[in-house]
Structures are given as C-alpha cells and as structure tokens.
T-cell receptor, first 111, second 112 residues
Framework: NAGVTQTPKFQVLKTGQSMTLQCAQD?????MYWYRQDPGMGLRLIYY???????DKGEVPNGYNVSRLNKREFSLRLESAAPSQTSVYFC??????????FGNGTRLTVT | SQELEQSPQSLIVQEGKNLTINCTSS?????LYWYKQKYGEGLIFLMM?????EEKSHEKITAKLDEKKQQSSLHITASQPSHAGIYLC????????????FGTGTLLAVQP
C-alpha cells in the first residue's frame, strides 16, 4: 500500500535548469496538491487539482507549472529554476476536502 | 489574509510529562486541522475540528477548538518518545478546504 509516492527524493539543480517533480497516488483520490515547506514559513500551497483535468493556483504559484496527467498523477514543473525555489516539496492527496495523505517529499537545492 | 500562529515554536519535555501546543488564528476558523511530521517525512493527519467547543481525542492526544473558533490547542498526556516531531495546524478560514493555511509548526522533543 504505497499511498503517495514522490520522485525524486533529492535533486540539485543549477540556476536556469528545468525539472519535473513527479507524484502518484494509488488511493483513487480526486484532489491532489503541491506544497513547499521552508524554514519559518510553514507549508505553502503552490497548486492543487480538485479532479482530473482541473488545476488551480495556490498561494505561491509563480515559477511553477503543473499537469494532472490522469487521476493518479500530478506533476510539478520548474521551467527555469532559481535559488529561491530551494525547498522541500510535498505532494498530497485526498478524496475531497483538505489534504490527508502526504508523500515523503522532494528535497530540491538550486545553486 | 488569514494567519495562524503556533506556540511554542519548540518544546522539550521529559517522557511522561503532559504538554500543550496552541494554534491561534487571525480570523474565525471554519475548520482546524492538526498534523504531525516526523523528520524527513511527510505530514500525517491527526484530527479535524469544526464546531466551537469541539474536542476530539486519539490515543493520548486531545485537540480542542474554542467557542469563538479562533484558537485550538493540542494536548498530549504522558508523552512518549514516539510523540516527538513537528506538529502543524492548518485552517480553512473561508471554508476553502482545498486551500489550507498552515502554521509554522511546533517542534517537540521528548527526552527518555
């Protein structure tokens, strides 16, 4: 029973490089979320998807794009990474309502 | 915009002691959610509170929402090393459960 799986677990990028963070859930949930966690800032919502085919901006969407590929998968893309995007990224899912199941995070460093 | 303030920021207790963590909102809460995070892992959902005066318990953890729905407390009785971690509160101040606002967390260490 995997729950929410995030890949990769760690990543180092140089400024300007692009990458996609992958997230998949096996609970048939409708809602999926991307958060970033920074020291002293708590978790901040980047994007969320209430259902397959829909996405909406959260609190800090600038510099990111998302794709809800199907009901299972929700990816987060950084087109041109910046040092300010150094963070721990969490994907989460729920059937509806607030995020209930979280992945273990992707630790991203942008140099 | 709504803000959540947690106190204390960090806490060290001896095993067996009781402790309380507080979460205060700048606006009336429609729903208040408590999560626990172990180092290097994702969040684990603990409890949800929605009604003023509501209280819920799970094992040795009790969460309460005040009557005015602006403050919640998380109380741990007879703390154990397994309780160590970061506790975060989240809130949907305008009823938008898809857009929770989180507090900055309380780091709890339990000394054996």
């Amino acid at each position: 029973n995997a729950g929410v799986t995030q890949t990769p677990k760690f990543q180092v990028l140089k400024t300007g490089q692009s990458m996609t963070l992958q997230c998949a859930q096996d609970m048939n949930h409708n809602s999926m979320y991307w958060y970033r966690q920074d020291p002293g800032m708590g978790l901040r919502l980047i994007y969320y998807s209430a259902s397959e085919g829909t996405t909406d901006k959260g609190e800090v969407p600038n510099g990111y794009n998302v794709s809800r590929l199907n009901k299972r998968e929700f990816s987060l893309r950084l087109e041109s990474a910046a040092p300010s995007q150094t963070s721990v990224y969490f994907c989460a899912s729920s059937e509806l309502g607030p995020p209930l199941h979280f992945g273990n995070g992707t630790r991203l460093t942008v140099t | 915009s709504q803000e959540l303030e947690q106190s204390p920021q960090s806490l060290i207790v001896q095993e067996g002691k009781n402790l309380t963590i507080n979460c205060t909102s700048s606006k009336t809460l429609y729903g208040l959610y408590w999560y626990k995070q172990k180092y290097g892992e994702g969040l684990i959902f603990l409890m949800m509170l929605q009604k003023g005066g509501e209280e819920k318990s799970h094992e040795k953890i009790t969460a309460k929402l005040d009557e005015k729905k602006q403050q919640s407390s998380l109380h741990i009785t007879a703390s154990q090393p397994s309780h160590a971690g970061i506790y975060l509160c989240g809130a949907d101040g305008d009823g938008a459960t898809n857009k929770l606002i989180f507090g900055t967390g309380t780091l709890l260490a339990v000394q054996p």
